[in-house]
């Protein structure tokens, strides 16, 4: 029979076998999966997992921080590293989605091989691929992948020469979560929602600057926390905001405002396949915009999704 403690026994007996002595090196992104696949590779053979978590720059409000604090509560040898620049610079001028998405994926490939160089005798490369990822990744160059190309460390180049050490692989999500729950990762980070790999930069629609990315962090972190406050969260499979590329007049005092609109996007779903709209209350939905608007300088309109997957995607680019 399969339970989480089971599988943690044998999974970890596995890597023990499988890493013999050698290093792992692992890119971390504050998912369930990575944390998951790590924490038990870090019960399998302690700090000869090394992690890397890279700011790209357009992850959520205090991620950065906040996730790097959980790895080290969780014991994990992780190095975070502020790369923030490097890929502000290179998105300037870039307003294709496509052009947007393949900037980062490039960087984060340079970034994380640069960081490997940095340690000696890495022979595995861990993954926290999923069960879902592989048989998605059979149909690789199916149709699907022209619609959209899905961003992870898949691409790394074959220079490398590493092997895999996918932990995760047999397990579908909820069995993702168990298991972390069963290694005591705490139950925010295991329950989150999933976030693309390119983050912020397709949900601020034409050119990503550091400007957009704060005013954007800002409204979705008030959206996020209203969420979880009103005990929202864990109703809707994903929820954010997207920064419009159109400016609105409004009036605040006496003054007329010309300013950026944000729209709300929050969908129910079971794997992100087709989604429906989540039919947040109107109260709820009139509170977050009061507060956008009140908190957030530089916005001054919110409009709310009522799309659904097919035919609209979840993401807006
Ligand atoms: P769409 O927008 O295709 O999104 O309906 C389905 C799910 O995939 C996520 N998504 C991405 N994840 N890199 C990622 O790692 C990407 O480029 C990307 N595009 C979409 C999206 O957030 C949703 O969970």
């Known amino acids: 029979d399969w339970t989480p403690a089971s599988f943690v026994t044998e999974t970890v007996a596995h890597l023990k076998q499988q890493i013999g002595d050698h290093q792992v090196i692992m890119a971390l992104s504050g998912g369930v999966d990575s944390t998951v696949a790590a924490t038990l590779i870090h019960k399998a053979i302690g700090d000869r997992l090394h992690g890397i978590f890279v700011d790209n720059g357009v992850l959520r409000k205090d991620e950065f921080e906040k996730v790097l604090h959980t790895y080290r509560q969780l014991g994990l040898n992780v190095k975070g590293v502020d790369a923030k620049g490097l890929f502000y610079g290179e998105l300037k001028g870039k307003t294709d989605p496509e052009a947007k998405r393949k900037v980062i994926g490039k960087l984060f490939i340079d970034v994380f091989q640069e960081e490997s160089q940095q340690i000696a005798g890495v022979k595995f490369l861990g993954q926290g691929t999923i069960y879902p990822d592989v048989i998605e990744s059979v149909s690789v160059h199916g149709p699907s992948q022209t619609i959209k190309s899905h961003h992870n460390v898949g691409g790394l180049p074959d220079t490398m020469h590493l092997e895999l050490v996918e932990p995760l692989r047999f397990l579908f999500k909820d069995e993702v979560r168990k298991v972390g729950l069963e290694l005591g990762i705490p139950a925010d980070m295991i329950n989150r929602h999933p976030f693309p790999g390119p983050g912020l930069a397709i949900r601020i629609?034409?050119?990503?600057?550091?400007?957009?990315?704060?005013?954007?962090?800002?409204?979705?972190?008030?959206?996020?926390?209203?969420?979880?406050?009103?005990?929202?969260?864990?109703?809707?499979?994903?929820a954010g905001t997207i920064l419009l590329p159109v400016k609105s007049v409004g009036v605040m005092g006496d003054e007329r405002t010309y300013e950026y609109t944000v729209a709300l996007r929050a969908v129910t779903s079971v794997d992100g396949m087709t989604a429906d709209w989540a039919h947040l209350p109107y109260e709820f939905l009139a509170h977050i915009s009061n507060e956008i608007i009140n908190n957030v300088r530089g916005i001054n309109r919110v409009v709310y999704d009522i799309s659904s997957k097919p035919p609209a995607t979840i993401e807006w680019e």
């Open 205 to 238: 629609l034409g050119e990503v600057t550091e400007e957009k990315v704060q005013l954007l962090q800002a409204a979705d972190d008030i959206y996020i926390q209203e969420l979880k406050k009103h005990n929202l969260y864990s109703t809707v499979w994903q």
